[in-house]
């Protein structure tokens, strides 16, 4: 069974911010949905994680991410989909941060060559339309780091989804995809990546 996996945070994993049980039900979560619609012929795996920036090469980060791409048998699909937190945890938001380390992380998976296809997903605008000026500076910046993961992934020849364009309604904090958006979110997830993989072949 071929697998896909899913690597991101708190919006990989489900995260209900209005606090009812820390995560939304199965039925809403987009990666459980986007796992109903296709064949079962694959496994979708959530590897999301409340609080996860995008990792560093070093020490237990690097070591969770060859885990996940050493030990995982018919691993056939990596979506990547962090930088959000790397903005939003800050008192003065900067996208090159992210974007550093997505530089890095890219062309040291691509080199394990292990027959796993890469796709890098740009990750929901923070605060879109704010009217706020201390929330104007994440908007901006997490504007910005769309833009550069669109020239990652040419950079890096990896596939590239661009979630920073889809309207998708959002919770109240600005942040987290609201139940209704997490089905949205398939519905956009499912499109986008029938266009890159054939899951019926």
């Known amino acids: ?49 409340n609080g996860r920036q995008v990792p560093r090469l070093v020490g237990y980060e690097q070591e969770y991410v060859d885990t996940l791409t050493e030990r995982m048998e018919d691993l056939a699909v990596l979506v990547i989909m962090l930088g959000t937190n790397d903005i939003l945890l800050t008192m003065e938001p900067d996208a090159d941060r992210p974007i550093r380390k997505m530089d890095a992380l890219l062309p040291y998976l691509k080199e394990k060559d292990k027959g796993f296809r890469i796709v890098l997903v740009a990750p929901m605008i923070l605060f879109p339309g ?40 959002l919770a109240y904090d600005g942040v987290h995809i609201s139940e209704q958006g997490n089905v949205q979110f398939a519905e956009y997830m499912r499109e986008a990546l029938g266009n890159i993989i054939d899951f019926e072949e």
């Open 130 to 169: 704010t009217e706020e000026p201390d929330l104007a500076a994440f908007e901006e910046e997490s504007i910005r780091l769309a833009g550069a993961y669109r020239e990652l992934a040419k950079k890096h020849q990896t596939d590239f989804v661009d979630a920073s364009r889809w309207d998708v309604e």
């Open 1 to 49: 069974m071929r697998k896909i996996v899913f690597y991101g945070d708190s919006n990989t994993y489900g995260f209900d911010p209005r606090g009812y049980g820390g995560r939304y039900p199965a039925v809403f979560r987009w990666v459980d949905r986007f796992a109903s619609e296709i064949p079962d012929s694959w496994e979708v795996i959530n590897c999301g994680m």
